[in-house]
Structures are given as C-alpha cells and as structure tokens.
C-alpha cells in the first residue's frame, strides 16, 4: 500500500482511567493532528455515573470533529448516553441480540481475540467490524496472539473490515498495513509524554 487512500483508518481506544479534568483537552489535540475514524471508551470501573461523566466530557470532543464514540462493553448505556456504539468483548455471542435493541444505524464491534471462526459468525450476524488481537506480545495479554496470517487470510477471504490491536509497535504496523482496515491504538501513545507524536511515529510506518 502506497496511496494514502488506501491505508488503514486510526481507531483510538481510550485509557481504561483517566483524569476527567485533562484527558478530554489530550485527546482533543490528538484528533486535531490526525484523522481518526473513531474513539472507544474504555473504562475499567463499573461506577455508571463516573462512565456517564467520562462520555459526555469525550463526546462534546469527538462531536465536534465529527469522529465517531463507541463504548467497551456498557452495551446497556449506548443509547442512554447518546453514543454511536458499542464494542462487545465476548466475541460474537451478544452481536445478534445488540444489533435487535440498537438497531441497523449503530455501530456495533466484536473483539474476537486469534479465533477467525468468532470473526466469521460475529461478521454473519451483523457486526460492523471484527476486532483481533493483541498482535503484540505484552505481560498485560496472557494467551496467544493474532497472527499476521490471520490478518492475511481475512483480507483475502472476508469483507467485514478488521481492526489490529494489542501492543503494536513500529514493525507490527509496517507488517499488517496490508491486511488490516483499521489499527486500534491506546496506550502504544497514551503512555508516551507526547502522545501527537508518538502517534505520527506509528502512522509514518505505514507507507
């Protein structure tokens, strides 16, 4: 892949904490320097008000850029706090029911680990796109990882765009721009002091 048009899209998925008072003002300069296709909010507690807080402060920001906002997990809290998805993390099991209750114009993502046979079925019952990973080998994933073959073979074989996460570094980037459609990325830039630029390191491998 060489023309820009054709490279992956920038999936930005949150820290699972962070500082209301600060991260909104961080996350904003980042989709000010690069496209991004969408944000997922991924928060670690079950705190219902600290969530509901944490997505109106990011969704005044991805708003006004235009970006979709999807939530990990929270599927009940989709339409309660005005967002345009959610990502599901128990592969394909709820998609059939999500897509009944959200409805055809939500966006809808299933995380499927390495299991294409997840992706397939998850894609069959109307995700809008399939998730992989961690492609990366980091101490926070314990299991194997999603292989650059499996990205190979999607690409060739299934039309349900596919998103690389987990760990991605310089390397993995260069390696599965082909085959990828989206790249999911969080704390490969947040956990840099100048998360703008750590991004413009990863996309510069790209092309």
């Given at each position: 892949?060489?023309d ?14 962070f ?9 904003g ?14 928060l670690?507690?079950r ?11 990011l ?17 009940m ?36 680990g ?5 992706g ?18 980091s ?40 085959y ?9 830039i947040?956990?840099?002091d ?6 413009r ?7």
């Amino acid at each position: 892949m060489t023309d820009a048009a054709d490279l992956p899209q920038l999936y930005l998925i949150t820290p699972t904490d962070f500082e209301l008072s600060t991260y909104p003002d961080i996350l904003g300069s980042v989709l000010d320097a690069q496209e991004i296709a969408c944000v997922r909010l991924t928060l670690a507690t079950r705190d219902e008000d600290r969530i509901a807080r944490a997505a109106d402060a990011l969704r005044s920001v991805t708003m006004e850029r235009d970006v979709a906002l999807v939530i990990d997990t929270h599927m009940m809290l989709v339409e309660r706090l005005g967002l345009d998805g959610v990502h599901l993390t128990d592969s394909a099991r709820s998609v059939k029911k999500m897509r009944k209750e959200l409805g055809e114009d939500a966006i809808i993502g299933a995380f499927c680990g390495n299991s294409s046979h997840d992706g397939m079925t998850a894609g069959e019952l109307g995700a809008d796109y399939v998730s992989f990973g961690p492609v990366g080998n980091s101490p926070l994933f314990s299991g194997e990882t999603a292989p650059l073959d499996l990205f190979q073979w999607w690409s060739q074989m299934i039309e349900v765009p596919v998103v690389a996460e987990g760990s991605l570094d310089v390397d993995l980037i260069r390696q599965l721009t082909p085959y990828t459609d989206f790249f999911g990325i969080g704390d490969e830039i947040w956990t840099n002091d100048d998360p703008v630029a750590a991004l413009r390191t990863l996309v510069a491998a790209m092309s």
